[in-house]
């Protein structure tokens, strides 16, 4: 496509249940990143892949989370026994190579109830 | 660590004025820093980066920014706000290094533009 694409746009999940967030980067591009944005916040950085490789995952939260990209396009975003707390907009962002601009796609809203 | 403050959480300006939108850095060295916009439903758009080259940079939309070491800021202008620049918008600055690109945002500044 011509964007990052991600699904589903939005998201209402039971607390304690297991949710797998997708995102279909730009054809041909070797970085992926994932960010969260909690209302009224900026996007804060979780995780970043080159390839198939996850190179910086500092900024997961916890071990609940978890994401991969097993053939370096598409990923999925992995969050077990999920809280209230984890209600955000989820943002995954592409770069042609990892120091180019990061287009991002339009998010996931995740609403833990 | 690298962060910015962005100084007004919202700012309100009438069409056709300026818009001045400020952000100041924290680096312990030159940065790369951007602005990126945020349309309510739609994905983050990137305005306009600063890489070490021209401190006056000039993006998209009439927008334009100034890097200024001496102040470690880099606040958004443009002359003449139209109401399609309502909006949310960021200033970002990249941490590079050890084999990481993380962007990390400033909290955002609402642009109201009032006809």
């Known amino acids: 496509g011509a964007g990052v694409s991600q699904t589903p746009s939005n998201k209402v999940t039971e607390k304690g249940k297991y949710v797998e967030l997708r995102c279909d980067p730009i054809s041909g591009h070797t970085a992926l990143y994932w960010y969260r944005q909690s209302l009224g916040q900026g996007p804060e950085f979780l995780i970043y892949f080159q390839g198939t490789g996850a190179a910086d995952d500092s900024g997961l939260p916890n071990d609940r989370f978890f994401a991969v990209r097993p053939e370096g396009s598409v990923s999925t975003l992995k969050i077990q026994r999920t809280e209230r707390g984890d209600s955000a907009v989820y943002l995954c962002?592409?770069?042609?190579?990892?120091?180019?601009?990061?287009?991002f796609g339009q998010g996931t809203r995740l609403t833990v109830v | 660590a690298q962060s910015v403050t962005q100084l007004d959480s919202h700012v309100s300006v009438s069409e056709g004025t300026p818009v001045l939108l400020r952000c100041n850095y924290s680096?312990?060295?030159?940065?790369?820093l951007f602005w990126y916009v945020q349309h309510p439903n739609k994905g983050l758009q990137l305005l306009l980066k600063y890489t070490s080259a021209a401190t006056l940079v000039k993006g998209i939309n009439g927008f334009e920014a100034e890097f200024k070491k001496s102040e470690t800021s880099f606040h958004l202008t443009k002359p003449s706000a139209h109401m399609s620049d309502a909006a949310e918008y960021f200033c970002v600055v990249k941490t590079s290094g050890a084999g990481s690109y993380q962007l990390t945002f400033g909290k955002g500044t609402k642009l109201s533009v009032i006809p």
């Open positions: 962002a592409s770069s042609l190579l990892p120091n180019t601009e990061a287009f």
């Open positions: 680096s312990s060295y030159s940065p790369s």
